[in-house]
């Protein structure tokens, strides 16, 4: 008896290190880094990538469907400087328009799976040259305002779909503030 139930102590503890291992995997293995060296991280959705599996498993493992291929998903939880991106701080990110047909830029918490503030290609006001000037900060700002959920650390997702094939992306530039 005391064998069987050493037995099933460690079968059961297998289990759970290989499920925690797979869900593990399902985070980072889909996520590269961009080839222009500008902080930010990519999770490789297109068919002909071999680390697609991974990649659409993190969003089935979140209870979502993945988007279509032709969009394009970008992460970074640090700035310019290599900062980790905090609630307590205030964050500037400054880029380019896009032509795109949907983006949005949101803040999400580590411990949540769901975005806290959302600013989409709808909602966002671009300056006349077509830049985009968004601040991520605790207290309102004047113009884009993203408010993180709490002083704790936070992840920037910038989410793409359908970038006119002859315009080149160029990331946001994220800077840290006061803190």
Not at 4 to 9: A, H, K, M, Q
Not at 13 to 22: T, V
Not at 32 to 61: I, K
Not at 85 to 101: E, T, W
Request: with cysteine.
């Amino acid at each position: 008896m005391r064998i069987f139930n050493s037995s099933t102590i460690f079968i059961f503890l297998g289990l759970l290190l290989g499920f925690g291992s797979a869900l593990q995997s399902l985070e980072t293995m889909g996520v590269q880094p961009v080839a222009d060296e500008s902080g930010w991280n990519e999770w490789r959705l297109s068919v002909d990538d071999r680390l697609q599996p991974y990649a659409m498993g993190h969003f089935l493992a979140a209870g979502s469907l993945p988007a279509p291929v032709s969009t394009h998903f970008y992460i970074r939880d640090l700035d310019d400087d290599g900062n980790p991106l905090r609630g307590d701080c205030n964050f500037v990110v400054d880029g380019p328009g896009l032509s795109a047909r949907w983006w949005s830029l949101s803040v999400r918490n580590f411990e949540s799976t769901k975005p806290q503030a959302v600013l989409s290609a709808g909602r966002a006001v671009l300056d006349s040259n077509k830049q985009l000037h968004a601040t991520i900060a605790l207290h309102p700002t004047p113009g884009n305002w993203l408010q993180p959920d709490g002083k704790g650390t936070f992840t920037l997702t910038y989410v793409i779909s359908e970038l006119e094939k002859s315009e080149l992306l160029v990331l946001p530039h994220v800077k840290r503030g006061r803190c």
